[in-house]
């Protein structure tokens, strides 16, 4: 296992942006919430700092080589921020939810395969 500290910080990070995604889509009485592009460019801000602190200790065989996980991770970054400029430009709730979903499914794949992958072993 791989996971660390920045694990948890990073989930930390997801759980606001999610909440304020929430918070806009039901209408609820939360700050920042009530214009679909403040809480997009939230919810884009928040998942962009729990890709910077997501990092685990990396240890790839080799490091050159891009994994499905890195093309999966690149294609979930484009639609993100395919979904921030959709926000900021219409104004549109299903922007924002759109947002937040890619950042969750991001989080879980990278918190997936930082608790699946075994640490090297020390040499």
Known sequence: MIASVRDVISTAFV???AALAWGHATGADIPFTDS?????????LFGLGACATF???SWESDPTRKRWYHRIGSLLSVVATGALVW????????AVVLLAVTVLVKWAMATLRHLLTKAPVAA
């Open 87 to 94: 926000a900021l430009v219409t104004g549109a709730t299903a």
């Open 55 to 57: 990092s685990a200790e």
């Open 36 to 44: 679909a592009r403040v809480t997009a460019g939230l919810v884009y």
């Open 15 to 17: 759980a606001v942006a």
